[in-house]
Each structure stands twice: as C-alpha cells, then as structure tokens.
C-alpha cells in the first residue's frame, strides 16, 4: 500500500477541537463505509445535516450548539443513523439505555475532540476509490462511562423473545469491556459478516497513552429522572430493590430441643416420646392390673373377662354360652334397628327358601332392567375429564385462554443422546458422557441430524378430514406451526443453518460460535433466535459448566404443529406416521450412530393409556379366575367317611359361580345406573369396583353360608334359610351401609374420576348386598335341596344314591350314635351326610335357632310328611319335642363333620379347618398375656410409624408408572428429565385492557419508560429475578411494551405510512428493499413536539383513536433488523382476535383489548414435586399481584390443570376419609347401639387406614387421584374386615375373652377365608402385571390393605375387645 507508508495518516494530535477521523474515504467490497483518518480540526455542519445531528445525537447537538465543529459529515451521520437504529430497536424500551447508546457511538464518530480519545492505528485502501481509510483504531473509554454505561443496558429485556437485549447487541457480555469488545469487532472476524467496517480496539482506561484523556461522558443512570426505565429494564433503581428474600427453609430437624440439623423432625420426637410413655404404662399395668381389676370388678364393668388374661384377672366366672345349656335373656340383646330387621330378614329368607326361582327370576329381571343403563355406557380417557372438575380454577382458566386464543400447540418431539458405545476422542462431558456435538465428532452427529430431519420432511400421511370428507396428504409442512407464515417453527440446532445443510457444509458457522452468538448471527429460518437451551440438553446448569459445545450430550428436536380443528385429522395421521417412522427408521439410524433416541407425539400418552387397558387385560381376568376358584373350593365340605363320589356332591362350584356371577351383575347393574344418569366410566371403576364388590360379596358368601350350616339340618330349607338370614342379615347389613355411606359420601369430592367411582362403587355395593339377601340366599336354598337330594353340584341331572355317598363304616357309626338316642325318630343317611359342617357356637346357635315372633306365609313346608303346617307354635313345639336325644344326635352329626367329637377330624375343607384353627389355635394364643402384650406393642408401634412417615407421603403420579412397563414413553420422560434444561412455557392472561391515555390500565400493565414501578410487566421482571422462589425463569414478552416502541417517533423505521394513509414497512423489507422509489413517500407514522398535529404522541402515549388504527398495524408487522419490534411470530397469538370486530381485535373498537396474554417460562420442572411446587408458587403470585394492582390477571400453562388436584389432594383426601369416617361410626352406633362398639370400630378402621399411608411411604407410592380411589375403597373393605368381628362380639354372651373367642369362632374363619385367603390369592397376581400403575397402585395398595385389615381385624381387634370390648347386652334370645 503505496499510499500508506508515509504514515501522514497517524494521530500525531491529540489536542482538543481535532479529529482523528473525518468523512468518508471509499467503502468496502460489501459496500460498508470507510471513515478517512484526518487529524486535522472538525468542521461545521449546514442546516440539513445539523437537523440530523440532533435527531440522532441529541445530547452531543445540545452540548456543543449550532455553531460547533464536529468530526463527522452527513454521510456519516446516516450511516450513523442507520446502524444505531438497528440497536435501538432492542434498547427503546428502556430511555435511559437507548440514550446511553446513541450518544456513545455519537461520541465515538463526531465529538470536536476525538483526537483526545482516539488513535488510528492502521489504514487501507478502500475497494471503490483506492483512497486511504481506516482499518483499525483504538478508543481510549473511562472505566466510569463503560460502568454506567453498561449497567444502564444489561438488565433491557427483548420482550418480543423473552431474553436480555444484551444477548443481542452485546452478545452476551457480561461487564462493559466484554461488551465494548464485541460492538468493536470487524465483521471480517464475524462468520455472519456482521458487525463493524473497520476494527474499534478498547484498550481501557489505563492504557491510555500519555497526551490523551479517556472519554469520560455525562450520561445518564437508568433510574435517572428525566430517562427512568422501568424495573423491568432497571432492576437496580433504587426504588426497584426486590423485598428481601424469605429466610431458607428451617433444616431439618427439632432444633428448638438442642438437636442438630437433619435429626429427629419434633413431630418424630412427640411420637417417639409417646410410644415410650405407652410402652411404659402398659408394663405398668401387667405388674399392676391385679389391684386394679379388683376395683373394677366392683364397678359398672362387671362382664369383666374371667380366666381370660391375668392382666384383667378377676374372680367373676363367665357364662357358659355353650349350646347345650343355652342362653336365657331376652330382645334386649339387640339393637332397636336390629330388633326390626331380624324379623325381616326371617320372612325374606323363608320366603326366598320357598320361592327360589321365582325370586332368582325377579333379581334377574330387575338387573337386566337395569342394565338398559349401558346403552349410555361410555368411557372417559380424558385426563382433563377424568381428574379435573368442572369448578376446577385452572379447568377454567384452560377454557377462558382457548377460548381467547385458541388451544396450545400440538407438540412432537425427538431426544438423541450419546450413550457410553459413543466414544470420541474428545473429553467427556460433566455427566460422563460424550458430548453430543465435541469437536472430532460434531461433522458426524449434525450431519446424521440433517439426515433424520430429511427423513422427517419426506414423512406423508394419507388422511380424511371428518368434517369435509375431503382427503389429501399430511407432511410436517403442511400441518406445522409457522408464526411468520413461511417456514416451520422447529426448534432444532439445525437452525443455526437455516435448516439447510448446504450452509453447514459451508463451513463459516461453527457450532461452537453459533452457541455464543445465537440471537445475532446464527438466526433461525423463521427469523427468530434460537437459545441453545432449547435445543441441547444434558449440560449442567451449575458452576461446572463449561461450554454448550464440552458439556451438552443431547439434542432436543420439537415440532409445534398447528392444533387448530381443522387441522386435527391431518395432525393425528401424520403423528401416527411420525411414531412408525421414529419406531423403525429412525431407531435404525441411532443405532448405527451409537446414540440413543426416544420420541413421542401429542398422541403418544391416550394411545399407550389405551394399550395399556388391553394389555393388562389377562392379568386382571387370572387374578378373578384365582379367586373365583378359591371361593368355589372354599365354600365345599366333604364329611369323613365319604366315598371319593361324595365330592361331586359336596363341592360348591355352582355356588361359588352364583356368587361371582352377582358380583358382576352387580357392578354391570351399578353401571347401568350410573350411566343412565349421565356419569361415564373410568378404568379406575372398571378395574377397582370388581375386585372392590368381590371383596365384599364373598365375605356376605361366607357369612350367609355358614349361618345356613350352622342350623338344625332337620328342620326345612326355608325354615333354616329364615333363620340363618335372621342371624346373619344385620350383620351383614350393618357393613354393606356403612360401606355405602362410605362411597357414598366420596361424592362430594370435586375429582371427577374419584367422585364416579365413589357413586358407582355405593350403588355396586348396594346391589350386591340386596342380590346377596335374595338371589344368593334362594342359590343356597336350591343348593341344599341339591346335596339332600345326593345331586352332583355342576351337573345337578345327575344323582347319586347314599350308598355312592358314604362309606359302609361312615353309615355304621351313624347307626350307632342314633340308637344311643332313645326317643327319636330315625333318620336317614343321606339325611345326615346333609349336616353342615362347620361347628357351632355359642352366640350363632342362639342366633340360629331363635324363631321371631312371626308366623310363615300360608302354603308353607311341613314339618313331616305334611302332618302339621309349619307355624312358629308348631315348630317351637315340634323341636321341643324331639326332647333330650335329638339334641344329642344332633350335636354328634355336627361333631362328625366338624371334626370336633374326641378330636378326631372327619370333615375335609378349608372352612373346617379354617374353624378348627380359629377355635383349637387363633383364639387361645390370643389370650395369652404376653401376645397380647406383643399385639397392643406392635401395632401402636406400627400406627406410630405410620403417623411419622404421613408429612413424607409425596403427591404426583410419575408418568412412567401410568404407561405400560414397554412403552417407548418409558425411555422419552426418562430421557426428557435428564436432559431438558428448560422449562414449560407459561403465559399470564390480563382481560379488559382499557386503552384510552386517560385510563390507568396502560402504564399498570406496561413497562417502558413512563410505566409505573410496580406495573404488571415489571412485577413478573422482578419475580424472574427469584427463580428459586417463583419458578418463572425470563420477564414476559410484553406486546404493550413493544407496541409503545413500535410506535415511538424514536424508531422511525417501525410505524411508517404513505401520504395515503396506508402502511409502509420497513426499509429492508418488499417492496422497499427492492427499489428505491417504492418506498420514497413514506414517512414516520408519529413526531416529537407538542400541539394539535394528529402526528405528534401526547405524553409519548397514542389516543385511542391512533391505538384503534395503528394496533392492528404492529401485529402484522415483520420483524427485521431495521425494525424488530413487529408482532408477526412473537405476538400472533398475544391478542383474542375477532373478525366481528371492525379491527379484527376483540373489544378494540369499544376502547378495549378483551385479553391479551404475556408469556415468559418455567424454570426446568424434572420432578412430580416441582410441577407442584411450581404451579402453587404461580397461584400466590398471581393472588399477590391482582390484590396489589387491582387487576383480574390469571395463568395458564398445559400443564396447570393437571397439577391442581395435587394442590388440595390432601385436604381432599382428609374430608374424603373424615367424613366417611363420620359416616361409618353414625351409622355402626344406629345399628349396634353402642357408642362403645360403634368407636372400636371406626379406631380400627383408622388404624387401618393410617398403617395403609404409611405402607405408601414405604413403597413409594405417591398421593394422587388413584391412591385416594384406593383409600376410600381400603376404607369399605376395612369396615367389612371389623363389623362382622364386632357386631359378634356384641350378641355372644359370656365374659369379653369367652365372647371374643366366640366372636372368632363365628366370624373369624369368614373373614379369614372371605377376603384375606380370596384376596390374597387375587392380589398376587396383580404383582406380574405389564403396567406398573397396576403393580404399584393396586397390587401394592391391595396387598398391604390385605395384609393390614387381617392382621388388624384378627389379631388386634379380638385383643382390644377382649380387654376393653363393650359390657354383653342384658340378655340374648335363644331361637327355638
């Protein structure tokens, strides 16, 4: 460069009122101005370029007046102006950084005393002219301007895209030298070609060379007055200072008793203190219960037990309850409701003994008229329907937004990652993996990205509108979310390239610039940044980051497509097309690449729900299979001495199916009811309601069958069937209400789901009750004309003679024991081998054999050969008169086939046995001072537990528990957990903007300059500031913000019209950027100054009028980099449009915007408990800032309404249970009469329910609609573990031990094998289902209630009622 060596282009003066560059020498090849360095003195400016000085440098202008000399020429000054308005568009918003930064590059370019502060340091020559221009120069700033200067500008938000403007005008510096560095860097270095003419050096103030002084500038701070920015953009004002944060959380532990951090919780302490106290006092009362039951048996206490535990030890002797001497007393012995239902019962079951058919035929007509219900049948999968209820807040801010602004976004969505086989040369990433895009690998893995993306766009998927008919063809093109209107909105990394993989293989644009230079110059193809957050994953987020390109593993890939209705079909069949490809191809090109890929659609989760129900639909139908076949084998009793032909006679396999077959009529019926009345179905009630009503209907099986064994097998099936119904009925009845007001009272809940299945499950139980007492009862009286007629039991036309029956021995020994009898008549064999066998007890012989003061229908069986109708008179005086002996012969049939005569065992079953270990093995250890000691310490000890755990019982349902165990859904929340690092989007709804200037709604939502302080806008701004407080993470894109820009006469490229009256846009847009002339007429839409000119702003705020005409503009505004405030993209959806509306805005024309949304994100959610969190701290600020501003704002994000129900899950779940618990203790006191027994029963079903919780805890299952279902029905089963026990406890007569052992014997092998055998043997099964929701929620639910309701009903119930049951009623009736 000839012209370069004389060096006369050096800065050799420094002295003020000298330049060190002026004018313009040439340009560059891109056209780019060349300043010419001359150190010679500035000069004036004339009347034109003067007026353009003061548009654009105010400050310089006023400083240095009309008449000074300036280092700059026109030319420079529109070159000037044209670059710093780019920058401003970003900056407006906030005046005083807007200010700041023209006034710095004004500096820069045009101060008279550059030469002071700045120092060519080379030259060129300039493209075009040849001619000697700058090429690089230092500029000497103070550290005191830069700091202002800075922080007047770091804090500026971009609203339109939720980011810091100093992302994109500073390339994220983070101090002002950083900044400074990158606004001087030529764009030579720059791979975009973006950036300045020449390189500008900032060496600092303390290299500045003696001779010269740093430019030191007045500016303003961003608080200052005249430029005040909102605390949005200026958080650091002193009047925006955030209140100080909430103290952290208390440590753990009870430190206000001296115990460190992450000890003992003082809840722990309090319960473990008590326990010890408990313990304590119950080894005080063994040692010293003696003086102690001496008072007592002195007291009103007198059935105190005798013999039965030397704690309670006493010297009054029980009562013999034994069947040979009886029980004298009278109804007294029964509640006023059982006195009414016991007579009841005797005519219902005489009457069903007599009448089987006829009332099998009603039942079965009365549940088929039923069963017309199910043509209204319908099953809901909708998780809004199923968990949401109708007055659900965030139901109906879902309803209000989409009402407003149309449903969100359907959303598709690839995650690859490296896996451990990848592995590159390069140093692992943080988590140990190898870094997804690491510099010896990145060519491979962008490049396999570009090929999967192409397999994505070559996707097409034939479909069928529903509405038109019409068919076509769905690609992601035609079906994508495009906000410009042109390309798709993907967010993938492939965007840095514009998508195109011809720009990548160019090679200008690294991966790892692009990660720093994301808003600037690496823009996406729908011309809006894209932040490396959303595309990458599996980097830390803490202090041990180190780069996008060293530690990200993941590349996150999302598709937003459109959700509109009309594109529905079409989305559905590409999304089903979308998962065969990511099935299949797609995992074939992972696997290829090493790398891991999951994947789901907006589909993904209903189809795998659906898959889901079919496959667990075997595991389900073994599990009633297991237990159907228990019951049937359960129900049979084959007396000794049986020929092996005997078994198909005694076996019970058509009784056992009857009671199945009620248990689904029941529940078919129940869901006839429910749908006839509009309530759908859920899987829940489908699955649960089942086993629920089986659980119960078998125990009612048990029951009824064993009350009907327990009669005199001489008396007639009808008279029997009476009696046994008579004895049984209240019992029964007493669970089956308390059960149904239980369900019932789940009603009242506001969760859908759990208020069907509460409603369904009280009808079901109901049903099943009422089918129990009439159509099982008539199968029972059919059944035993069965087994005296010797007909086989599945194939009843087959009959087999006594002799096929019975063994000559069996026969022999009968035979004998009758001619022992004198007196009597004889009796057959076959007659005999009909006796039930199951032993008889103090309290059920009494129950069974008194007769009500009732006569039978007329027509009723004889006693013998029909010499006498049968009428209570007669039939009290013919059992009379079987005298002595027939009681003997009798009682030694019912020995023989239970096994009770001289120990010897000559009946075979389960409830024999089951009987036999009640009576022989259960009872006795139950008396034994030190298992009782045992089971009080155990289970207080247990509940205590329980009670400890209760505050650590977490709420949520995790996504993967409610998918098949094989879904791909497993692996993508799995995957999206581990690597998304951002958060849901989340958009905060303001309804009713008035936009008149003289309303104050406009500065108490805003936040540019002029805004208030505590504006809406600027409240969120500061809650992003406490991401660990309120979970939101970016201030919210303000489209009133930036339409206040747009309008500014500050931007002059933004709102601009022609002399018409007709939008312009900007310059680099069509048709401007394509001729000069297009454009030549427009103008600025508004001016500065004051007066009546319609184009002047008063007070910088629009009239309504210019807001009604210019609104509408701003939303159909471009952005580009002339203007990048347009709302086109960011603000498509921020307004409630109408086409009704002459400005096609909802409520514009009235002086309104009828709502309007401002979006901002979550931080990253990864946990159940931090959706809940999150969502609950969102609920507080929202409540705090429309109290605050007195505005009506609220919140929406997709996934708020399914998180609500976890917000009142627990206050649900204690009023759910509260008041069932109410429930089944007002209506045990209605039926017992005894407050006494009415409190045991409803401690025991606490109990029961507090040890279920703390089984939760323990195996991890987590607090949610399905856990509640599961508690509420745990609480009926519980009631019918206990009532049955108590209520015969409260008739058996004796002591409490004798009475309890009485109450086992009558009830505990029915319980025993009713529900815990059957359920047992059900619930097992359920451990190998596909699904864990079934495995988890339901096998592990069903197996601890199980496990807990036995053990509580059988071991501590009869304890606790053998110490402190409630006094034997006055007396007790013996029937006959």
Not at 176 to 205: C, H, N, S, V, Y
Not at 1056 to 1079: H, I, K, L, M, V
Not at 1269 to 1294: Q, R, S, W, Y
């Amino acid at each position: 460069m000839p012209a370069c060596r004389d060096h006369s282009w050096l800065t050799t003066n420094h002295e003020k009122g000298v330049c060190a560059l002026y004018g313009v020498c040439g340009h560059r090849k891109d056209q780019s101005g060349l300043d010419c360095p001359d150190n010679q003195p500035g000069s004036a400016l004339d009347g034109r370029a003067l007026q353009k000085l003061q548009d654009i440098c105010p400050q310089l202008a006023t400083e240095h007046g009309p008449d000074g000399k300036y280092c700059c020429t026109e030319e420079q000054i529109d070159t000037l102006s044209h670059q710093i308005q780019q920058a401003s568009t970003l900056l407006i918003g906030c005046p005083a950084c807007d200010h700041n930064f023209k006034h710095f590059f004004c500096t820069l370019t045009c101060h008279p005393d550059q030469s002071t502060f700045v120092n060519v340091t080379d030259v060129q020559l300039s493209a075009d002219t040849n001619e000697t221009a700058v090429a690089q120069a230092s500029y000497y700033v103070a550290d005191a301007f830069g700091t202002t200067f800075y922080n007047s500008c770091k804090d500026v938000v971009y609203g339109l895209l939720n980011i810091k403007a100093m992302l994109l005008v500073g390339g994220g510096a983070q101090n002002f030298q950083q900044w400074f560095d990158f606004l001087g860097l030529i764009k030579d270095k720059q791979p975009t070609r973006i950036g300045a003419p020449f390189q500008m050096d900032f060496p600092g103030e303390h290299n500045t060379p003696a001779g010269m002084a740093a430019m030191n500038a007045s500016i303003p701070a961003c608080w200052d007055s005249a430029f005040k920015c909102s605390c949005g953009d200026c958080p650091d004002a002193p009047t925006c200072i955030p209140p100080p944060p909430p103290p952290p959380p208390e440590p753990y532990g009870c430190t206000a008793l001296g115990l460190g951090p992450n000890s003992l919780s003082c809840l722990d302490l309090s319960l473990l203190l008590l326990y010890i106290l408990f313990l304590s006092g119950l080894v005080w009362a063994a040692v010293h219960w003696r003086v102690f039951a001496h008072t007592l048996s002195h007291s009103q206490f007198d059935d105190a037990a005798a013999d039965s535990f030397p704690l309670l030890e006493s010297d009054e002797a029980g009562v013999d309850g034994s069947m040979e001497e009886g029980i004298n007393g009278d109804e007294k012995a029964y509640s006023p409701v059982e006195q009414w239902l016991r007579p009841v019962f005797y005519k219902l079951g005489v009457y069903c003994g007599e009448q089987p058919y006829r009332v099998l035929a009603v039942c079965l007509l009365v549940i088929g008229v039923l069963c017309l219900g199910l043509l209204r049948f319908k099953v809901e999968t909708n998780p809004q329907r199923l968990w949401v209820g109708a007055g659900s807040l965030a139901a109906k801010e879902k309803a209000q937004y989409e009402e407003s602004f149309g449903a969100f976004w359907r959303i598709e969505q690839l995650l690859i990652s490296t896996t451990p086989e990848s592995q590159p040369s390069y140093k692992k990433a943080a988590s140990g993996l190898p870094p997804i895009v690491a510099k010896d690998r990145t060519h491979d893995h962008i490049k396999w990205l570009f090929q999967v993306q192409a397999e994505v766009d070559a996707l097409s998927a034939p479909y069928t509108d529903s509405v038109t008919g019409q068919t076509g063809n769905a690609t992601l093109s035609s079906i994508c979310f495009k906000p410009l209107g042109g390309a798709c909105a993907i967010e993938s990394v492939l965007q840095y390239w514009q998508m195109d993989p011809k720009i990548y293989a160019l090679g200008r644009l690294s991966p790892d610039f692009c990660f720093g230079h994301w808003s600037t110059q690496c823009r996406s193809a729908f011309e809006s940044p894209i932040d490396p957050h959303t595309v990458l994953g599996g980097f830390p987020t803490d202090s041990s980051f180190r780069s996008f390109a060293q530690d990200a593993t993941s590349f996150v890939v999302t598709y937003p497509v459109d959700s509109s209705p009309a594109n529905r079909d079409a989305a559905l069949a590409w999304e089903a097309a979308f998962l065969e490809l990511a099935q299949t191809r797609l995992k074939h090109l992972a696997a290829e690449a090493n790398l891991k890929l999951s994947f789901s659609s907006e589909r993904s989760v209903e189809d795998e729900l659906a898959r889901e129900t079919a496959s667990d639909s075997a595991t389900v139908a073994v599990s009633y299979l297991v237990m159907l076949l228990y019951i049937a084998l359960a129900l049979g009793t084959i007396p000794a001495g049986s020929s092996s032909w005997a078994v198909l006679v005694y076996s019970r396999v058509g009784v056992g199916l009857t009671g199945v077959l009620i248990v689904g009529l029941s529940v078919l019926a129940a869901l006839g009811i429910c749908s006839l009345f509009g309530m759908w179905a859920t899987l829940i009630i489908l699955e649960v309601i089942p086993f629920l009503v089986l659980a119960v209907g078998v125990d009612n099986m048990f029951i009824l069958a064993h009350a009907l064994q327990q009669q005199n097998p001489r008396l007639p099936i009808p008279e029997r069937l009476g009696r046994a119904l008579a004895g049984a009925g209240p019992s029964i009845t007493l669970a089956a209400a308390c059960e149904a007001l239980a369900f019932g009272l789940g009603g009242l809940t506001s969760m859908p789901a759990v208020r069907n299945f509460s409603l369904c499950a009280a009808v079901a139980v109901l049903l099943d009750y009422a089918l129990q007492m009439t159509a099982f009862a008539a199968r029972l009286a059919l059944d035993c004309q069965r087994v005296q007629g010797g007909y086989t039991d599945c194939i009843p036309c087959i009959k087999l003679s006594p002799e096929q029956l019975q063994s000559d021995t069996a026969a022999a020994l009968f035979e004998a024991e009758a001619a022992d009898a004198p007196g009597t008549e004889s009796m057959t064999r076959q007659t005999d081998m009909a006796a039930e066998a199951v032993p008889r007890s103090a309290s059920t012989a009494a129950l069974s054999t008194e007769s009500p003061e009732v006569s039978p229908p007329h027509g009723a069986p004889l006693l013998q050969n029909g010499s006498e109708p049968l009428s209570v008179q007669s039939l009290t005086g013919r059992v009379k008169s079987f005298g002595q002996s027939s009681k003997i012969i009798a009682q030694r049939a019912m020995a023989r086939v239970s096994g009770t005569a001289k120990g010897e065992g000559e009946a075979y079953g389960v409830t024999p046995c089951l009987h036999w270990y009640m009576e022989h093995v259960h009872a006795p250890a139950l008396a034994k001072p030190v298992v009782q000691l045992v089971v009080l310490a155990a289970f207080v000890g247990l509940f205590v537990l329980s009670l400890a755990t209760l505050p650590h019982v977490s709420r949520g349902l995790e996504q993967q528990v409610a998918l098949p165990r094989d879904s791909y859904l497993q692996d993508y929340f799995t995957d999206l957990y581990e690597v998304l690092r951002v958060g849901p989007p989340l958009y905060f709804v303001v309804p009713n903007i008035h936009m008149d200037p003289q309303d104050p709604d406009i500065n108490t939502i805003c936040s540019v300059g002029g805004c208030n302080d505590t504006s809406f806008v600027n409240e969120v701004s500061a809650a992003a500031r406490e991401p660990g407080r309120t979970f939101i993470a970016d201030p919210p894109a303000s489209w009133l913000d930036d339409f206040l820009s747009w309008l500014s006469p500050g931007l002059p490229h933004c709102c601009r019209e022609d002399p018409q009256g007709q939008q312009c846009p900007p310059p680099d847009q069509f048709p401007c950027n394509t001729s000069a002339s297009a454009c030549a007429d427009c103008a600025t839409c508004f001016t500065t100054g004051s007066g009546p000119d319609p184009r002047v702003l008063p007070h910088h705020r629009p009239t309504l009028q210019q807001v009604q005409e210019k609104l509408p503009w701003f939303l159909k505004a471009v952005p580009s980099a002339e203007c990048a405030k347009g709302g086109v993209g960011g603000y498509n959806n921020a307004l409630q449009m109408d086409p009704a509306d002459p400005t096609g805005i909802a409520g514009l024309c009235k002086g309104r915007v009828t709502a309007s949304s401002f979006r901002t994100y979550y931080v990253p959610l990864n946990t159940q408990q931090n959706f809940i969190d999150a969502y609950q701290a969102i609920r507080d600020f929202t409540h705090a800032t429309n109290k605050k501003l007195g505005i009506q704002m609220y919140s929406y994000s997709i996934f708020h309404v399914f998180f609500e129900q976890y917000l009142y899950v627990v206050q649900n779940s204690i009023w759910l249970l509260g008041g069932a618990l109410i429930g089944v203790f007002a209506v045990c006191w209605l039926f017992t009469a005894s407050v006494w027994a009415s409190g045991i029963i409803l401690l025991m079903v606490g109990m029961i329910l507090m040890d279920l919780m703390g089984v939760m805890y323990l195996w991890g299952i987590q607090l949610n609609a399905v856990s509640v279902v599961n508690l509420t029905m745990a609480l009926g089963i519980a009631v019918e573990f206990c009532a049955h026990i108590v209520h015969a406890f409260l008739v058996a007569a004796g002591s409490r031990q004798q009475r309890m052992a009485t109450a086992l014997q009558d009830m505990g092998a029915s319980v025993l094998s009713g529900i815990t055998i059957t359920k047992f043997a059900g619930v097992l099964v359920l451990a190998f289902a596909k699904t864990q929701i079934f495995e988890v929620y339901f096998f592990r639910v069903y197996f601890g209630l199980v496990l807990l309701g036995a053990s509580h009903a059988l071991v501590l119930l009869p304890v606790l009622l053998s110490l402190f049951g409630p006094p034997q009623r006055q007396s007790v009736v013996q029937l006959a």
